[in-house]
């Protein structure tokens, strides 16, 4: 049996010492003044046994990690019938990219490309004041995370607003074609907020149990949503969850997983583990270098690959 404690413990010390790191996000200003050194880590596993290394405490920007937790809400709100406005299929194009929008007439990829979460977030807005919606999706992710001191990080959504241009031109682009029902500027509110939330790897990786166990927090527990469709949001970021560089994550790290470009990732083993990373320095795809890494060394030494044999 692997003695996980230390097999963190051996990965963080090895990604503290490595030279190539990536580079953080620039274009959001916040995200451009962290330090790329630092790393942290937490695997929590099945029996609710939790191991932690490096920075696994200290509370990072997750950026389209939230859109788990969106698409979640959303398909608690509406169902399959989100289908009909964003689709399932991997992009093969970059995070923010407008040009699939033009020949797939105003419908997204899937929800975890920029457009695709954009329209979440208006699934999401149902209406409401974009406060109201923000503050569902706080109390969602606390309420996962068994932790109310979850929080938005204002400076960081500020940014946000300031300098998403090409957001803001998906989501006009989707209202010029019918598939937004907002107003842009309000479903943009919520979507700028929702990436600037911040958590920790512990907390990460506690909000992402409900996707180990078939849908609920913990064995026993109330189901968060049902065995199939965490079986689906699962597969969705098996194949979508590192955007034009899914394939490759599945190839070397074979477990469902989502990133951000604050550095988060969240990765699943089914049955075995919620599993979050930080490292803020990104490749060129906008996915955590030395977190993408982590995991692949994570799955090679326990096996949890969903490829294994």
Not at 34 to 57: N, Y
Request: charged share 15%; glycine share 12%; hydrophobic share 45%.
């Amino acid at each position: 049996m692997t003695d996980i404690a230390r097999l963190v413990s051996e990965i963080a010390q090895e990604m503290r010492g490595a030279a190539e790191r990536g580079t953080v996000a620039s274009y959001i200003p916040p995200l451009a003044a962290i330090d790329p050194g630092r790393f942290g880590l937490c695997v929590t596993l099945a029996d609710g046994s939790v191991h932690l290394a490096g920075d696994a405490d200290e509370p990072f920007s997750i950026q389209s990690v939230s859109k788990v937790f969106a698409l979640t809400q959303a398909l608690g709100k509406v169902g399959d019938s989100l289908w009909r406005r964003v689709g399932r299929e991997p992009s093969g194009t970059p995070f923010n990219s407008i040009v699939q929008l033009e020949r797939e007439e105003g419908v997204p990829r899937n929800p975890f490309i920029n457009a695709g979460a954009i329209v979440v977030c208006d699934v999401n807005l149902a209406g409401h004041e974009p406060r109201v919606s923000i503050g569902e999706l706080l109390r969602f992710v606390r309420h996962l995370a068994d932790d109310e001191s979850i929080a938005i990080d204002e400076a960081v959504a500020r940014a946000e607003q300031t300098t998403g241009f090409r957001n803001i031109a998906l989501a006009n682009y989707m209202k010029a074609f019918g598939n937004l029902t907002h107003a842009p500027e309000l479903t943009l509110g919520v979507y700028f907020h929702q990436c600037a939330i911040a958590m920790s790897c512990r907390q990460l990786a506690a909000a992402g149990r409900f996707l180990m166990h078939g849908g609920s927090s913990q064995p026993g527990a109330p189901r968060v949503v049902s065995a199939q469709r965490a079986r689906r949001i699962n597969a969705l970021m098996l194949t979508c969850g590192h955007y034009d560089a899914s394939g490759d994550f599945a190839f070397r790290v074979g477990l469902p997983g989502k990133s951000g470009v604050g550095g988060g990732i969240l990765a699943i083993a089914p049955g075995q583990a919620s599993i979050a990373v930080w490292s803020p320095g990104l490749n060129a795809n906008g996915n955590s270098l030395l977190g993408t890494l982590a995991l692949e060394r994570l799955t090679e030494a326990t096996g949890w690959s969903i490829f294994a044999a």
